[in-house]
C-alpha cells in the first residue's frame, strides 16, 4: 500500500534524524494512512480509498459522491 492519501495527496515527508551527538541519518514521517470501504450509491458499488486521517473528514464534511467526483477531474481512478 502506498503511503499516500488519494483526497489530498499527503504523501510521507522525509529529513534527518539528529543524535545528542549531532550524527544525522536519514528518516521518513509517513501520514496516518488508512484503507476505507465507502458505498457509492449512484453507482450501485462499494468503493475502497486510500485515506489520510484528514481524507476521512473531508469524505464526512463533503460527501462521498462530490469528493469521488473530484478525483475523477483530477484524473484519478477510483
Not at 488519494?6 to 549531532?22: D, E, M, N
Not at 470501504?37 to 464534511?61: C, F, H, M, N, Q
Not at 469528493?67 to 484524473?75: C, D, E, N, S, T
Amino acid at each position: 500500500m502506498s503511503a499516500h492519501c488519494q483526497v489530498t495527496g499527503r504523501q510521507p515527508g522525509f529529513g534527518k534524524s539528529v543524535s545528542h551527538s549531532h550524527k544525522r541519518t536519514n528518516r521518513r514521517w509517513d501520514p496516518n494512512i488508512q484503507k476505507k470501504t465507502y458505498a457509492l450509491p449512484s453507482e450501485g458499488r462499494r468503493v475502497t480509498l486510500t485515506l489520510s486521517a484528514k481524507g476521512i473528514k473531508t469524505i464526512d464534511r463533503d460527501g462521498i459522491e462530490a469528493v469521488v467526483a473530484r478525483i475523477r477531474a483530477r484524473g484519478g481512478t477510483i
